[in-house]
């Protein structure tokens, strides 16, 4: 039985072509500054997003992280979404580590209200508050639908945040899934932030990493952060061998996974499922376990009995992506699932 993935699309495994260059990348010591295979990677991901420079991280959190370590002091305050990854899926490490006062805006559209900024902002001279210092956004946007917020929309908050004087950080995990969408360069985004962490490991389709960019003097600080927290490899070069790959062979087809996820949402709707509806849907289809559905425990395990792998992402919410790994077939196949083991 063939097992089909939907859990995330941090599960696609490297393909043939995709080994074969990891095999034959060229390695160094990347603390050294001489691996040609990550050097040639921070170029072209600096170059693609507009940037002086960039270095790669371990992960997505990593590269959050060292932004706001590079940005921010301890005790002062950071802006984010309240349904922001960085808010609720890594491990605090805002406060935790880079010792950052969060402020919880908004943003069931996406993007928190650039209206909302002004009146959240605590740089207003008083004693008693932390000065706000660093804005972050994000885009896609995972926990709202994967919604692919518009260049106009992530242009006028960006700016405003400038305004008002912060570092403007993107959490870009799925930058090239909104850019995809809105047929626009990446730029069209990564031009109104001063900094960007995108994923080499979803929908890229590399086995691991993520890359943080900005300017020279920023990613400097970066590196000293990098280092300070444990994330500085060594002969990285086989891993960015693989996102530089990923970056230049698998960014056109992310449409592909943004017509899968349309084909699903439209199967299960005709099925009976109450999916939700989300303005500028990507590779993400989240659907409520209405009363009378199984148990979230009940319905994952169904699933994955019938080679159904997804998850609940909180309770009575399910959530399924799309990726390189799942085709059309396999699309069809896991909405009969669906409505089967909720149905039956």
């Known amino acids: 039985m063939k097992i089909m993935d939907f859990r995330s699309d941090t599960v696609t495994r490297p393909s043939e072509e995709m080994r074969r260059v990891m095999a034959c990348a060229e390695v160094g010591d990347d ?39 590079s940005a921010g002091r301890h005790g002062e305050s950071l802006l984010a979404g309240k349904r922001s990854h960085v808010w609720n899926a890594e491990v605090g490490g805002f406060s935790a580590i880079a010792g950052l006062c969060p402020y919880p805006l908004n943003d069931d559209e996406g993007l928190p209200s650039a209206a909302d900024l002004a009146p959240a902002n605590r740089a207003d001279n008083n004693i008693h508050h932390p000065d706000t210092t660093i804005l972050c956004l994000e885009n896609t946007h995972n926990y709202t639908g994967g919604i692919a917020v518009s260049p106009e929309r992530f242009a006028e908050v960006a700016r405003e945040g400038h305004r008002l004087g912060f570092h403007v950080h993107l959490d870009g995990a799925r930058i090239f899934n909104a850019a995809v969408y809105h047929g626009v360069d990446v730029r069209a985004f990564t031009d109104e932030v001063d900094s960007v962490q995108f994923c080499l490991s979803k929908g890229l389709g590399a086995p691991m990493g993520s890359m943080l960019c900005g300017s020279h003097e920023f990613i400097e600080r970066a590196k000293k952060a990098r280092k300070r927290i444990g ?16 970056l230049k062979n698998n960014i056109p087809r992310l449409a592909e996974d943004h017509a899968n996820a349309k084909l699903l949402c439209e199967l299960l709707v005709k099925g009976g499922i109450h999916v939700e509806e989300v303005p500028n849907m990507t590779n993400m289809v989240f659907f409520p376990m209405l009363d009378g559905y199984p148990s979230d425990e009940h319905f994952v395990s169904a699933c994955r009995e019938r080679g159904l792998l997804l998850n609940a992402l909180s309770p009575r919410r399910v959530r399924l992506v799309t990726h390189l790994d799942v085709n059309r077939e396999d699309v069809e196949r896991a909405a009969a699932i669906i409505l089967e083991v909720i149905f039956q």
């Open 31 to 69: 603390i050294y500054g001489d691996d040609p295979s990550s050097n040639a990677l921070s170029k072209y991901a600096a170059e693609i997003t507009g940037k002086e420079a960039a270095i790669y991280t371990c992960s997505g959190t990593m590269g959050n992280l060292l932004a706001f370590l």
């Open 231 to 246: 994330g500085a490899q060594r002969q990285v070069g086989i891993a960015a061998a693989a996102g530089l790959y990923a």
